[in-house]
Structure formats: structure tokens, C-alpha cells
């Protein structure tokens, strides 16, 4: 990452559109070793960031999804149970020749003590996405998604993890990365984290983008969309935030929406049309019925020639 511009123009690369602030903060993260703490509302590419950026950057994608009840054995590692178990069934049916020469008890415990050791070596650990992001010799982009979603316990381990980027394995010792991940954390604001968390890294909201922003986004990602119909429909969905919705529509949901009409060969943002696939960018049907409610203004809204004329 040369520069903000690099990171600007790599991102476009990979398929994502990224505000100058957003490519700040990729390109002071990956120079400054520090996480990207990553909030605002859903569907507004917190999660695409990460995938852009390892795509971008020729790394692999390792994520933690967190959620309720998280915990270090799901998240760092966990013992190969099944590997010890058929391990320890050959050694109790060779148990007979293994101490036939231990000269006494203390020998038989000594080698008994030995392969204790060997079930507990590394060929019997699990790596979790947090160990196997330290392990990664080349690096690699490591996406913990939803924090908001763990609980506060889990928040504090993760902080002693990024803090040094290593962990301590007691049967092994500490494992250290060679190369420190680029860290993205996404947050849906659920919860409030922790000051420790936030200090830790660097802050980034990502929130609806602009028109203009936006009509480049859905060019993108779908570039068989007609111009004209792209900047209507962006349009559209740009005056539908501004009402009093139970769920706005997001990013995500003006690029479906713009698939859906390019599927059903639509060149022009109709009443018939709209109502037709409001599904598509409305998840509630308080929404859809309040949106139907005002459809003819907002469509008005949405085509300045319809509104001049």
C-alpha cells in the first residue's frame, strides 16, 4: 500500500467502491499494525470491506463470526478429542510392550508421562480462525464480524489477543504471529463496547452513502443496469431513507433491487414496476405499505424531467 490513492483504486479493483475516509483507514491500519473497528448500519459493507481488502491485498480471508455464548475454544483452538482418543487406544493395546522394559514404576511413569506430552503437541491442536490467522506465514486478512454480537468476557480476551498478537497454549507455550494480520472488526452498535476495545483500534462509521457514491456502487456491481434507470432507482432509494421506516434500505438492498429489475427487463422506474418489487428492497410490510402509500411522490422525486413537467 503505497498510498490512500493506491488503497482507493485497489479496493475498485476488488469490487468495492470505498470512500476517501475508508481508504484512510485500510492504509493506516496495514501501516500502523492497528485494527479497523468498523460500525454502522447493516448492510452497508462493513463485512465486503474485509473481503475486498484480501482480495485486494492477495491475502486469504479468515473470519470469526461472532455471536451469544462465543468463547476462546471456539475462537482460538481446541484439542483433536477424537485423534487423542484413537491415539490412546493403540497405546492401551500396546500398553504391555511399551513397559515390558521400564525398569520398574518410575520408568513405566516416566514413559507414561511422555506420551501425555505427545497428545498434547501440536499435531493434535485444532487452530480456531484467531490461531490460524497467527499462523498464516504470509499474512492474512482476519475479519471478526459482529463483535456487538459476543459478550463482554469475550471482548476482553480479545483485546489481550490483538494487544500482542500472540497467545499462550499452556501444553505448548506462546505462539507469536510471524506476520500480524490486518484486523477488521465489524459492530452493528447492538451493545456498547468497551473503551479498552475501542482504544485498541481505529475507528470507522461507515454509514448510507450520497448519491453519487452510490450510483457508482450499484455501477459496479451491476453494470448491465441502464444509466438513466440506475440514477432513478438510486434516487428513489435515497428520498425512501428519509421516511419513518422500521428498516431502511441499505447498500445491499439497492443492488438487489437493481438485479431484480435488470432480470425483469425493466427500462424505466414505473408504478407497476416499483410496487412489483418492493419485496425486494423492503424487508417489513409496515415498510412496504407505507412506501406504497407515498409512491407517486417519491417517484416524482426520484425523475427531475417527470417533475419539471
Known sequence: MRSIDAVESGLA????????????????????????????????????????TARFLGLPLIRLQCYDGLDESK????????????????????????????????????????????????????????????????????????????????????????????????????????????????????????????????????????????ERIVAVRVPDVDARLRTRLVAFVQHVRTLELKKVPSISETIDWARALLLLHANELGPDIVRDTLNVLLKFEIDVAAVTKQLPALLRAADPEAGAA
Do not use: M
Open 75 to 214: 475462537a482460538l483452538y481446541e484439542w483433536k478429542y477424537g485423534k487423542q482418543l484413537l491415539y490412546t487406544q493403540i497405546l492401551k493395546d500396546t500398553l504391555g510392550a511399551t513397559l515390558a522394559d521400564a525398569g520398574g514404576l518410575d520408568g513405566a511413569l516416566e514413559r507414561l508421562h511422555g506420551f501425555s506430552d505427545l497428545f498434547f503437541s501440536e499435531q493434535f491442536l485444532e487452530p480456531r480462525p484467531l490461531l490460524r490467522a497467527l499462523q498464516a506465514e504470509n499474512g492474512a486478512v482476519l475479519l471478526i464480524d459482529e463483535i456487538d454480537k459476543a459478550e463482554a468476557e469475550f471482548e476482553a480476551f480479545l483485546l489481550e489477543v490483538l494487544s500482542d498478537f500472540a497467545v499462550t497454549v499452556p501444553e505448548i507455550g506462546t505462539i507469536a504471529a510471524v506476520v500480524p494480520p490486518l484486523v477488521v472488526l465489524t459492530s452493528n452498535d447492538t451493545r456498547d463496547l468497551g473503551d479498552a476495545l475501542k482504544r485498541r483500534c481505529l475507528h470507522l462509521h461507515i454509514d448510507f452513502p450520497d448519491a453519487r457514491l452510490e
Open 13 to 52: 479493483s476488488a469490487g468495492y467502491i470505498a470512500s476517501r475516509p475508508i481508504a484512510t483507514a485500510v492504509y493506516l491500519a496495514e501501516h500502523l499494525g492497528k485494527p479497523i473497528l468498523v460500525e454502522g448500519p447493516a448492510g452497508v459493507g462493513k463485512t465486503d470491506l474485509a473481503n475486498a
